[in-house]
């Protein structure tokens, strides 16, 4: 029997088949099936002596269609996730997720104004800030309206989103109020993007801002201001990004947080050479005001360590009220070309805290601010255009004081994690243009 979510699928696909047959219409049909296997030894914190690894797989499965026609624009990609051996052999209900990871119209005034409504991704610059989150098999998307400027000839872009949030089961259940508690989200959001491209690089500027529901039913909003800038010059790159962070988290503290970093990337005739500073403020035991910065909606797996120790939905500190003690984190990247169609990509980070730890909460004896080390490799395979293969080994020797901020008791120092991911995505169908 089909799910209420199921039984709508066919009849979208049917409808966008017989649209694609308008003259100077396009509609394309991709696929993906994306199943990943993990071993998890103290992964996102460390794990306690004699405890047994997670092992699991998990398979993403989604559906990408795409119409445009003239200055219309629809995308809607359906998506299940699904943990292998999760429902019985024989079932009638379902614990997966099966959803709609994106459902978007675009109308295009002209080359230079368009606007798009619905649930979208949003993925800027290198998603520190946001982004798409596309390493979690559920990915991350927004309800929002987006209106776009391009300026092809000055290569400059400006964008504002909006979105406004409520939690209401079907219209019109609700009739007076507009408090939105129940959901981990904002309630409204503005954020502003602008980009512009020169010969040697770029640069972006950016704000934020992001409503969130208090408890006493008014709105605490916090603001986000960014600049991003990079610039090639011969074999070099350098690249750096600025955040000041102000306004009040949703416990209506004062929040002042920053997140400041500086990469440099050098080409060798074998492989490029990145090292790279990253500072985010913290909040400690004695502090009045949230000090933490918090990158909200950037895809935080791609920067902070690939065993998710800081920022990937888990906390890490001392101060409580979902404060962070912060982070530095002082890294050397490379990816070695093996052939044609694979590489290894090998990161080495060493994590420590901006601001003092101490051994309980009593704030009477402090401990070192180192928080450990981490190796990360990667291996990646290209089977073929429409298939890869990722295979990936992290480990992380804790010390006492990650285990403290982790608050894990009797952990072990050496964890590890090992995972194995194989991603179908091919086009299935397709109507050229006319």
């Not at 993990?38 to 499965?61: V, Y």
């Not at 996730?81 to 009638?92: C, H, N």
């Not at 011969?234 to 416990?251: F, I, R």
Request: with cysteine; aromatic share 14%.
């Amino acid at each position: 029997m089909a799910t209420p979510r199921q039984k709508y699928v066919l009849p979208i696909l049917v409808f966008l088949f017989f649209l694609s047959g308008s003259a100077m219409a396009q509609f394309t049909l991709t696929g993906e099936v994306r199943p990943r296997a993990e071993m998890r030894n103290g992964f996102k914190s460390p794990h306690p002596e004699g405890s047994d690894p997670a092992l699991f797989i998990e398979q993403r499965t989604r559906l990408y269609m795409n119409y445009s026609l003239d200055k219309i624009q629809l995308n809607i990609s359906l998506q299940d996730v699904r943990m292998w051996g999760s429902t019985s052999q024989i079932y009638k209900s379902d614990p997966t997720l099966t959803n709609l990871y994106e459902a978007w119209a675009r109308y295009k005034f002209n080359d230079t104004f368009a606007f798009t409504v619905g649930r979208q991704a949003l993925d800027y610059d290198n998603a520190r800030f946001m982004g798409d989150l596309d390493w979690a098999q559920q990915g991350r998307s927004h309800d929002a309206l987006l209106f776009t400027r391009t300026n092809s000839d000055k290569g400059c872009k400006l964008h504002l989103a909006l979105a406004f949030n409520q939690k209401i089961d079907f219209e019109p259940a609700k009739l007076t109020g507009s408090e939105y508690f129940g959901v981990n989200n904002y309630k409204s959001m503005v954020f502003v993007w602008w980009n512009k491209k020169f010969d040697q690089g770029s640069m972006s500027l950016l704000f934020h801002n992001d409503g969130q529901q208090a408890a006493d039913t008014t709105v605490a909003s916090r603001q986000t201001y960014g600049a991003l800038g990079e610039f090639t010059t011969g074999p070099w790159k350098l690249d750096g990004e600025l955040y000041y962070q102000g306004g009040q988290n949703k416990l209506k503290t004062d929040v002042s947080a920053l997140l400041l970093t500086l990469h440099a990337t050098f080409k060798t005739n074998v492989t490029p050479l990145t090292l790279g500073f990253e500072y985010l403020s913290g909040t400690s035991l004695t502090d009045d005001k949230d000090y933490s910065f918090n990158p909200l909606y950037g895809t935080n797996h791609k920067f902070y360590g690939y065993m998710d120790y800081f920022y990937v939905g888990n906390s890490h500190g001392q101060a409580g009220n979902g404060t962070t003690s912060g982070l530095i984190d002082i890294h050397l990247k490379t990816n070695f070309k093996l052939s044609a169609k694979s590489a290894l990509a090998a990161n080495i980070h060493h994590f420590s805290s901006p601001v003092a730890i101490y051994e309980d909460n009593s704030g009477a004896t402090s401990l070192t601010t180192g928080l450990g080390t981490e190796i990360d490799l990667v291996y990646t395979a290209t089977l073929s255009k429409d298939v890869k293969f990722n295979l990936g080994y992290s480990q992380m020797f804790a010390t006492e004081t990650l285990q403290v901020i982790k608050n894990v008791n009797n952990a072990s120092q050496f964890n590890n994690w090992v995972w194995a991911m194989i991603a179908f995505k091919p086009q299935l169908f397709t109507t050229a243009k006319q």
